[in-house]
């Protein structure tokens, strides 16, 4: 049984370029939800995918978008990149009943993006 | 506002020692509360839950935690810490209901090992 599985390990981007990164939840899943985690510090929830729409969203611009496809899959995109995105970009997936999420979140190992 | 605070970020115990790691969070009512761990280069991996019920809980790894409603705590415990347990902690609370399960996370302690 296939764990949260996320692409690439890492990547390295300058500032002002655009970068998607990739991830396959865990098998069962339908809901995936985004968390960036810059270094020393906690996770923090970007946005939720539900039905191939974002249902949630935290305090993050524009310049982070996504995606969820219809095997659930879901892609994170972010624009215009600055120094301050260098971080490791966490993807969750979970199980929704009745249209709430309130199973247990299970993480991938996540993409490490570092921005010069 | 909805927040989660560990308020320690560094500790250091001995192998075997016992272990408690603490926990407090801001919220209306009473969230789902959630402990993980996070290995250095890795995701989080689930450690306990509390949804409801009894207030002492059971994890993988011989983890427990304990929630007090009248202190707003959830504490991780585990009687004889072993090496392989060195690692970073993180409290999380998600919305009881409505919320869609996003996660609030603190800060993190990190946890070291002595042999």
Redesign the interface.
Same mark, same amino acid.
């Given at each position: 049984d296939a764990g949260v599985t996320q692409s690439p390990t890492h990547l390295i981007k300058t500032r002002g370029q655009q970068v998607t990164l990739r991830c396959s939840p865990k098998s069962g899943h339908d809901t995936v939800s985004w968390y960036q985690q810059a270094l020393g510090q906690g996770p923090q929830f970007i946005f939720q995918y539900y039905e191939e729409e974002e249902r949630q969203r935290g305090n993050f611009p524009d310049r982070f978008s996504g995606h969820q496809f219809p095997n659930y899959s879901s892609e994170l995109n972010v624009n215009a990149l600055l120094l301050g995105d260098s971080a490791l970009y966490l993807c969750a997936s979970s199980l929704s009943r009745d249209g709430y999420s309130n199973q247990p979140q299970h993480f991938g190992d996540g993409t490490r993006l570092s921005i010069l | 506002a909805q927040s989660?605070t560990q308020p320690d970020i560094h500790i250091t115990v001995s192998e075997g020692a016992s272990l408690e790691l603490r926990c407090n969070y801001s919220y209306g009512a009473t969230p789902?509360l959630?402990w993980?761990v996070q290995s250095p !280069?890795? !995701?989080?991996?689930?450690l306990l839950?509390y949804?409801s019920g009894d207030t002492l809980v059971q994890g993988i790894k011989g983890f427990e935690a304990e929630f007090k409603r009248s202190q707003s705590s959830f504490n991780l415990r585990k009687p004889s810490v072993h090496w392989s347990d060195a690692a970073e902690y993180?409290c999380?609370v998600?919305p009881l209901? !409505? !919320?869609?399960?996003?996660?609030?996370? *603190?800060? *993190?302690t990190r946890l070291a090992v002595h042999p």
């Open positions: - | 989660v789902y959630f993980y !280069g890795q !995701g989080l991996q689930l839950k949804f993180f999380a998600a209901r !409505g !919320g869609y399960n996003k996660l609030i996370f *603190g800060a *993190g």
